[in-house]
Nanobody, 124 residues
Framework: EVQLVESGGGLVQAGQSLTLSCAAS????????IGWFRQAAGKEREWVSC????????SYLDSVRGRFTIFSDDEANTVYLQMTNLKPDDTAIYYC?????????????????WGQGTQVTVSS
């Protein structure tokens, strides 16, 4: 059974940083792409970033490119999302997601498994 467990959310001020973690189990690093979605209050769930670890390929939402970095520890089967220069618009619940591919076109319906989510709040 594929399981994803996020951690690392919290409350920070604008301009500060946070790193989210997604610990995966039930599959090996090269079976799935791992990505992050976020959902702000009253808005649809939005794709943020993903990594296809077997190819070393990453992809980012335009509004986070240059501020967020996705990387993995394959031995630990854990994927991280390092978020810097955070903005109030980044406030959302962040969800880790496993899918068959990594692309900016990834939609929630394409996701095979979800984590439980972790809250990120950025104050101005």
């Amino acid at each position: 059974e594929v399981q994803l467990v996020e951690s690392g959310g919290g409350l920070v001020q604008a301009g500060q940083s946070l790193t989210l973690s997604c610990a995966a189990s039930g599959f090996s690093y090269d079976e799935y792409a791992i990505g992050w979605f976020r959902q702000a209050a009253g808005k649809e769930r939005e794709w943020v970033s993903c990594i296809m670890r077997s190819e070393g390929r990453t992809s980012y939402l335009d509004s986070v490119r240059g501020r967020f970095t996705i990387f993995s520890d394959d031995e630990a089967n854990t994927v991280y999302l390092q978020m810097t220069n955070l903005k109030p618009d980044d406030t959302a619940i962040y969800y880790c997601a496993a899918s068959w591919y990594c692309s900016a076109k990834l939609r929630p319906r394409d996701v095979s498994a979800w984590g439980q989510g972790t809250q990120v709040t950025v104050s101005s």
